[in-house]
């Protein structure tokens, strides 16, 4: 045998344990939406006899997951569009424009980068209860809003620190100013930096799960995670809907994932967590 | 912020402001402020409907600690953190090491999957690993039996003994591939002459990896230490969807305890309590882990 391969085909062997670990039970779950309850336990793992939608329509009507699949895409879609938008903004003013005392905004944003959703939470709570925004769609986005433009200012700062000088400089000759320069010129060299935010945006405020239980009382304004989380509640023992329901939350970051995996590896490695 | 950007003639100083204004003040409202005023709860006792708010200085910290409950949680965070951080620093350092200084035709395939659960939610997450650990038809179960483990087999997350370590290999599952793809990366830093000097001067594998691989990911150590102790301290989907802290109290931990306080029992100051705790906490921790660690930032490319 090749030597090369010598050397690498115990390797592969470790590599391919530890891959079937993570994937195992993904494919599981996978096949078990397919399958009838009692297929799922006679072979775990197996493929379905005999393939069915008929769990996804289920989930999908009966289990309201068309109603929370709208209110995830409507949430998402506002938190993930202001807070780019929003942050490359704030990000082109700590990078690149002259402005008082920016030590100390900086510093403010930086608080919101650090702190978890927890020492946010109570307050939050009382307030929209106080004004009655609770069960609204501004209960979910303005907060995710809030912490999401904190991280985003911080991460596109740190993009037009760096931005060409030269190139900046070449407009501002020609007459640019600041707003042309920031979308004219640096913004098509931020691309990268935006679209991994975009990724990451997406991913958390998709994900997101203890503002939605908190804020909101009633079934029809659930977010994906929290409906799954009560579905679960509710049809414990149907197995094979349950794996319906959870594949219709995952489905979405997991296609973006692969989509833009390169970004989203790249934010992740960043240090890029939520606080 | 290093530096002072120049101003154009003509240009307002205030510019900048302009700019930076309107996410300023979502965050402002909807998350600084929010902030201060979890602390200045905490020194009240207060329901959260009620008109009277009463001052009571520093009580709810006298309380907490020593209130079982908080001790509880405290601790199960602490185990936590073996399973979200450590064992997958270890299976991380481990795999990385195995795969140092070979080029593995279709690793990117490989890094796709293992980084896999780090994007689906953690109520996903939680959905999955019951049906695994499901006392009667699940797969873990059905395994111990196939293999003639029959008394093996556990009601693993409605056990006393078993909810928590089993809750925590969840931890475990969804972070070492994050911290293997982290290092891996980091080790394409490290110059391959350091290793073949190395070899020359007769280290084994084991030696090159102490002496060289691991100082030279001390920044992905640090990052990766960071994210998954501030995952394993905020644990709360994964509680939620799986054990809800049961069964008693044995997978109780403190962001389900701030959830159980404030909102379903409405304490709102002693809420508040545990939530600066755990801040303070969170806070302090990546303060340290990147002091010890270094510039983490240079990790990130």
Redesign the interface.
Same mark, same amino acid.
């Given at each position: 045998m090749n030597p090369r391969w010598k050397?690498?085909i115990p390797?592969?062997i470790?590599?391919i344990i530890?891959?079937l670990?993570?994937?195992l039970?993904?494919w $599981?779950?996978l096949n078990?939406a397919f399958k009838s309850d009692s297929q799922?336990?006679s072979s775990?793992?197996g493929l379905p006899e005999s393939w069915t939608f008929e769990n996804f329509q289920k989930a999908w009507t009966v289990g309201k997951f068309n109603v929370f699949f709208k209110n995830s895409v409507i949430v998402t879609t506002a938190v993930v569009v202001s807070s780019v938008f929003?942050?490359i903004?704030?990000g082109?003013?700590?990078?690149?424009?002259?402005?008082?005392a920016? $030590?100390i905004?900086?510093a403010?944003?930086l608080?919101?980068y650090?702190?978890?959703?927890?020492?946010?939470?109570?307050?939050?709570?009382?307030?929209m209860?106080a004004i009655g925004l609770r069960n609204t769609y501004w209960a979910l986005i303005?907060?995710q809003?809030?912490?999401s433009?904190?991280f985003?200012?911080l991460w596109m700062s740190s993009f037009f620190?760096t931005a060409p000088k030269e190139l900046i400089d070449a407009a501002?000759i020609d007459g640019c100013d600041?707003w042309q320069i920031l979308w004219q010129i640096l913004f098509p060299l931020a691309q990268p930096s935006v679209t991994t935010l975009i990724v990451l945006i997406f991913?958390w405020t998709?994900?997101e799960?203890?503002l939605s239980?908190?804020m909101v009382q009633t079934e029809a304004m659930r977010t994906?995670?929290?409906g799954?989380?009560f579905f679960?509640g509710k049809y414990t023992s149907d197995?094979s809907l349950?794996?319906a329901?959870?594949i219709i939350?995952?489905l979405p970051?997991?296609i973006?994932?692969?989509i833009f995996?390169r970004y989203?590896?790249k934010g992740?490695? $960043?240090?890029a967590?939520k606080? | 912020m290093k530096t002072a950007n120049h101003r154009y003639p003509g240009e307002s100083k205030f510019k900048g402001w302009l700019y930076l204004l309107p996410a300023f003040l979502i965050y402002f409202f909807f998350t600084f402020i929010p902030i201060l005023e979890t602390f200045r709860s905490s020194f009240y006792d207060w329901n959260g409907f009620s008109a009277e708010r009463t001052f009571i200085g520093i009580q709810n910290y006298v309380d907490l600690f020593s209130d079982p409950l908080f001790l509880k949680a405290i601790s199960n965070n602490l185990v936590f953190i073996i399973f979200y951080s450590i064992i997958p620093i270890l299976i991380g350092l481990f795999l990385s090491a195995i795969l140092t200084g070979t080029d593995l035709p279709g690793f990117s395939f490989f890094r796709t999957v293992f980084f896999l659960p780090q994007v689906i939610s953690m109520v996903v997450v939680g959905v999955l690993w019951r049906w695994m650990f499901n006392p009667v038809s699940g797969p873990i179960n059905q395994v111990l039996s196939l293999v003639g483990l029959d008394s093996w087999r556990q009601a693993w997350l409605g056990s006393f003994e078993f909810a928590l370590p089993a809750v925590g290999s969840i931890g475990s599952w969804v972070q070492y591939g994050f911290c293997m793809v982290l290092f891996l990366a980091g080790i394409q830093r490290i110059p391959t002459e350091q290793y073949e000097a190395a070899e020359l001067d007769g280290a084994n594998a084991l030696n090159r990896f102490i002496y060289i691989t691991v100082p030279g990911l001390r920044a992905e150590i640090g990052v990766a230490m960071i994210t998954t102790m501030i995952s394993a301290l905020r644990v709360f989907d994964l509680i939620y969807a799986t054990t809800k802290g049961g069964p008693g109290e044995t997978t109780l931990v403190t962001g389900f305890l701030i959830y159980r306080s404030a909102i379903l029992n409405n304490r709102i100051g002693y809420g508040a309590t545990i939530a600066t705790v755990l801040t303070v906490i969170i806070l302090l921790l990546s303060f340290l882990i990147r002091r010890f660690m270094g510039n983490s930032e240079e990790a990130s490319t």
């Amino acid at each position: 045998m090749n030597p090369r391969w010598k050397k690498l085909i115990p390797r592969y062997i470790i590599l391919i344990i530890f891959m079937l670990i993570v994937l195992l039970p993904i494919w $599981g779950m996978l096949n078990s939406a397919f399958k009838s309850d009692s297929q799922i336990v006679s072979s775990p793992f197996g493929l379905p006899e005999s393939w069915t939608f008929e769990n996804f329509q289920k989930a999908w009507t009966v289990g309201k997951f068309n109603v929370f699949f709208k209110n995830s895409v409507i949430v998402t879609t506002a938190v993930v569009v202001s807070s780019v938008f929003l942050s490359i903004l704030s990000g082109y003013a700590f990078g690149q424009l002259p402005m008082p005392a920016k $030590g100390i905004l900086f510093a403010i944003m930086l608080i919101g980068y650090m702190v978890p959703f927890e020492a946010v939470i109570i307050p939050l709570y009382n307030w929209m209860n106080a004004i009655g925004l609770r069960n609204t769609y501004w209960a979910l986005i303005l907060p995710q809003v809030g912490l999401s433009v904190s991280f985003g200012t911080l991460w596109m700062s740190s993009f037009f620190e760096t931005a060409p000088k030269e190139l900046i400089d070449a407009a501002t000759i020609d007459g640019c100013d600041r707003w042309q320069i920031l979308w004219q010129i640096l913004f098509p060299l931020a691309q990268p930096s935006v679209t991994t935010l975009i990724v990451l945006i997406f991913m958390w405020t998709w994900n997101e799960f203890l503002l939605s239980l908190v804020m909101v009382q009633t079934e029809a304004m659930r977010t994906l995670p929290v409906g799954l989380a009560f579905f679960q509640g509710k049809y414990t023992s149907d197995l094979s809907l349950m794996a319906a329901g959870a594949i219709i939350v995952a489905l979405p970051t997991v296609i973006i994932y692969i989509i833009f995996q390169r970004y989203f590896i790249k934010g992740m490695l $960043g240090g890029a967590i939520k606080g | 912020m290093k530096t002072a950007n120049h101003r154009y003639p003509g240009e307002s100083k205030f510019k900048g402001w302009l700019y930076l204004l309107p996410a300023f003040l979502i965050y402002f409202f909807f998350t600084f402020i929010p902030i201060l005023e979890t602390f200045r709860s905490s020194f009240y006792d207060w329901n959260g409907f009620s008109a009277e708010r009463t001052f009571i200085g520093i009580q709810n910290y006298v309380d907490l600690f020593s209130d079982p409950l908080f001790l509880k949680a405290i601790s199960n965070n602490l185990v936590f953190i073996i399973f979200y951080s450590i064992i997958p620093i270890l299976i991380g350092l481990f795999l990385s090491a195995i795969l140092t200084g070979t080029d593995l035709p279709g690793f990117s395939f490989f890094r796709t999957v293992f980084f896999l659960p780090q994007v689906i939610s953690m109520v996903v997450v939680g959905v999955l690993w019951r049906w695994m650990f499901n006392p009667v038809s699940g797969p873990i179960n059905q395994v111990l039996s196939l293999v003639g483990l029959d008394s093996w087999r556990q009601a693993w997350l409605g056990s006393f003994e078993f909810a928590l370590p089993a809750v925590g290999s969840i931890g475990s599952w969804v972070q070492y591939g994050f911290c293997m793809v982290l290092f891996l990366a980091g080790i394409q830093r490290i110059p391959t002459e350091q290793y073949e000097a190395a070899e020359l001067d007769g280290a084994n594998a084991l030696n090159r990896f102490i002496y060289i691989t691991v100082p030279g990911l001390r920044a992905e150590i640090g990052v990766a230490m960071i994210t998954t102790m501030i995952s394993a301290l905020r644990v709360f989907d994964l509680i939620y969807a799986t054990t809800k802290g049961g069964p008693g109290e044995t997978t109780l931990v403190t962001g389900f305890l701030i959830y159980r306080s404030a909102i379903l029992n409405n304490r709102i100051g002693y809420g508040a309590t545990i939530a600066t705790v755990l801040t303070v906490i969170i806070l302090l921790l990546s303060f340290l882990i990147r002091r010890f660690m270094g510039n983490s930032e240079e990790a990130s490319t």
